[in-house]
């Protein structure tokens, strides 16, 4: 039971035009959001969270928006650069479940020049 | 945000052996975690290592085919026993941490991985 999708396994995007992942749930108890980046040969590197007593998140170009009555989440990356070219994987987490993060499959962002 | 090494970064062993793989922090944590991540799939939690305590093993993973070491506060590792192909992965641990970004809190900081290739 994939608790955490995303339902883009790829997303071509031209440099300085915006990226949008997204990510859906279907666990109620999630309580935190967060999003990874992750380049080849190298191990996750976290990028942004939010909890689910907001609905936005900004930190310079990533901003990540959540719906919760929707379970879904998405990332923004304006203007998209080609350093962002990545996958980034989405996760959650419950206070419930000793903040245990759960990983959705990921989607391979290409930016090209 | 802690700094993680892991060793082997990467191995190729031979269907039966065992390989013990290894991950050091720079700061003192009392929450370690290892995941597995299979081919095209996405990361799963194996264990919760603390300090002082019994690794705790999610459902599907059992302790003797992935016993868990935490002999103090900076360093785990993790044993693959008896591989099979089925066992290759990228294996990655992680500590619970900080960024110290506004909003954020307990977010997992990862080590680079082992590549594991089972033949």
């Known amino acids: 039971d994939q608790q955490v999708k995303q339902n883009s396994p790829s997303l071509s995007v031209q440099e300085g035009r915006i990226s949008i992942l997204n990510c859906d749930y279907t666990?109620?108890?999630?309580?935190?959001f967060l999003w990874y980046k992750k380049y080849p040969a190298e191990g996750p590197t976290f990028l942004i969270s939010?909890?689910?007593?907001?609905d936005k998140n900004e930190d310079g170009r990533f901003t990540v928006f959540l719906n919760k009555s929707a379970k879904h989440l998405s990332l923004h990356i304006v203007p998209s650069q080609p350093g962002d070219s990545a996958v980034y994987f989405c996760?959650?987490?419950?206070?419930?479940?000793?903040?245990?993060?759960?990983f959705g499959t990921g989607t391979r962002l290409a930016v090209r020049p | 945000s802690a700094v993680i090494s892991q060793k082997p970064s990467r191995d190729i062993c031979q269907r039966g052996t065992s390989l013990t793989i290894q991950c050091q922090v720079d700061s003192q944590v009392t929450m370690m975690f290892w995941y597995r991540q299979q081919p095209g799939q996405s990361l799963t939690l194996i264990a919760t290592?603390?300090?002082?305590?019994?690794?705790?093993?999610e459902s599907g993973f059992v302790i003797d085919k992935f016993p868990i070491s935490r002999p103090n506060l900076t360093f785990s590792t993790l044993t693959v026993s008896n591989m099979s192909p089925e066992d290759s992965s990228i294996y990655l641990c992680s500590v619970l941490g900080t960024s110290g970004r506004a909003h954020s809190y307990n977010e997992q900081f990862f080590g680079p991985g082992t590549r594991l290739t089972v033949l």
């Open positions: 939010i909890s689910s007593i907001k």
């Open positions: 290592a603390n300090q002082g305590s019994e690794a705790t093993y």
């Open positions: 666990n109620s108890m999630f309580d935190y």
């Open positions: 996760a959650a987490s419950a206070k419930s479940s000793g903040d245990k993060l759960t």
